[in-house]
């Protein structure tokens, strides 16, 4: 079993940089497929950006490409996400995930099974 617990959420003016960290615990025996995921009141959930852990290979959505950053810090088990350009539309609850899941899945982008951990979430809110 695998917990996740985020913190870095926050509100900031659009242009302005959040960053977001998930702390991972437990029983952690292999490579880890990490994500960000986020969702808005009324819309189904969209994944952001995922990273394998096992060599830092990353999936970004076109929406964040070139402005968001994921990343992994392997002896902290910590996973972050660093926010930069954000927009209105970038407002929502961010979850993270995991799953283990082998390097080609994970960064693949399209996944059939859903992710098996996830955290509560935290809202990150953008002001025009």
């Known amino acids: 079993q695998v917990q996740l617990v985020e913190s870095g959420g926050g509100s900031v003016q659009a242009g302005g940089s959040l960053r977001l960290s998930c702390a991972a615990y437990g029983y952690i025996y292999s490579s880890l497929c990490m994500g960000w995921f986020r969702q808005v009141p009324g819309k189904e959930r969209e994944a952001v950006a995922v990273i394998y852990t096992g060599d830092s290979s990353t999936w970004y959505a076109d929406s964040v490409r070139g402005r968001f950053t994921v990343s992994h810090d392997n002896a902290k088990n910590t996973l972050y996400l660093q926010m930069n350009s954000l927009k209105p539309e970038d407002t929502a609850m961010y979850y993270c995930?995991?799953?283990?899941?082998?390097?080609?899945?994970?960064?693949?982008?399209?996944?059939?099974?859903?992710?098996?951990?996830w955290g509560r979430g935290t809202q990150v809110t953008v002001s025009s």
């Open positions: 995930a995991a799953a283990f899941f082998g390097r080609a899945y994970c960064t693949g982008g399209n996944w059939r099974r859903d992710f098996s951990y």
